[in-house]
């Protein structure tokens, strides 16, 4: 996906979370461990947001592997250390498609 596409992708992702009532705490988050596009809190939660385009649905999940999943998780605890943050907090995707956004809570490795 070209950086153009994925910024859009974003910018639609951070809307539909506002919209769902999440406040946006900070995007584009990086450590030697990976990237979180969107870090948003709602409920007392935190969530670690992996923003994915795609065609459809089940494309976009699929394209979170394992491994990615372990780069957020790790850059999550690095984020939450950094910041001194004792809550709970999830980590998440919003898969962005042509004519729907939809979001996964709590994935699992």
């Known amino acids: 996906m ?4 994925g910024d ?8 539909f979370l506002r ?6 705490i900070d995007r584009n988050v ?3 461990f990976g990237e979180i ?3 948003a809190l709602r409920s007392d939660i935190l969530h ?4 994915k385009s795609a065609l459809d649905y089940e494309l976009a999940i ?10 957020i998780l790790r850059t999550a605890d690095v984020y939450m250390k950094k910041h ?7 980590i998440d995707a919003v898969a962005v498609m042509p004519e729907s956004i939809e979001m996964l809570e709590n994935i699992t490795i």
């Open 8 to 15: 859009i992708a974003e910018e639609r992702a951070v809307q």
């Open 84 to 90: 001194c943050l004792e809550i709970d907090y999830s």
């Open 62 to 71: 699929r394209n979170i592997t394992p491994k990615k999943l372990q780069r």
């Open 19 to 24: 919209d769902s009532g999440f406040r946006i």
């Open 37 to 39: 596009d969107i870090i």
């Open 30 to 32: 990086s450590s030697r």
């Open 48 to 51: 670690f947001i992996e923003v």
């Open 2 to 5: 070209s950086r153009a596409r």
